[in-house]
């Protein structure tokens, strides 16, 4: 076994890459956001598709359609559920929207191999997924959704704002910026515990 380095193989350094989402790019085509008035949650054992809804005029249309990995998903659960908390210690209550049986609801699919315990969809009076996507308008550029591994959100008394991040090197960019009414991020939470399966 020889000792001189110059015969020894060439190491190649690893490094490893740090993203910072403070530091995520905004471009003006999503810097100004959409606003949602609902959302749909669809999930699959890979990943999650969340669909923000404009539902106030009809027929309600996709504004935004975000991709996400599993485990992603839910860390934006875990992380709604932070942030919803720290509302009620800011304003005082927690956010709440009371609903009309004819307003548009936050609505979630659960993934094949894994149904939701207790009862389906259907007993829960909400419409089935494909009957839901036949009254609305899904764009064509928009099929795809835009693909995000980390999330960032705030929340104003009023609304809450998701930014969805992809964080890929050199640089972290926000896929999506997304504007809920502050009453309606339960609803989005609660849609995104029952698809992950979170208690």
């Known amino acids: 076994m020889s000792t001189d380095p110059s015969e ?3 190491k190649k350094p690893l490094q490893q890459i740090q993203h910072s989402s403070v530091t995520a790019r905004v471009t003006d085509s999503v810097g100004q956001g959409v606003f949602a008035t609902a959302a749909i949650v669809l999930g699959s054992p890979h990943e999650f598709t969340i669909d923000f809804l404009q ?3 009809r027929p309600s249309r996709v504004a935004a359609r975000v991709v ?3 485990p992603v998903a839910v860390q934006f659960a875990t992380a709604l559920s932070e942030a919803i908390g720290k509302y009620t210690e ?8 009371p609903t009309r049986k004819s307003e548009p609801q936050a609505a979630q699919s659960d993934p094949p191999t894994a149904p939701p315990s207790g009862a389906s969809a259907a007993s829960k009076n909400e419409p089935a997924i494909a009957d839901m996507y036949e009254h609305l308008k899904l764009p064509d550029d928009m099929l ?3 693909y ?8 104003t008394a009023s609304e809450f704002c998701f930014d969805f991040i992809a964080q890929f ?5 926000v896929t999506a910026r997304v504007y809920m009414a502050a009453s309606r991020a339960p ?3 609660a849609s995104l515990k029952r698809s992950t399966g979170m208690q």
């Open 8 to 10: 020894q193989p060439e």
């Open 55 to 57: 539902s106030m005029v």
């Open 68 to 70: 996400m990995p599993r």
């Open 90 to 97: 800011a304003f005082g209550t927690s956010p709440h929207h």
């Open 144 to 146: 795809g959704g835009v």
């Open 148 to 155: 995000a591994n980390t999330a960032s959100i705030t929340h």
């Open 169 to 173: 090197f050199p640089r972290s960019v």
């Open 187 to 189: 609803e989005l939470l």
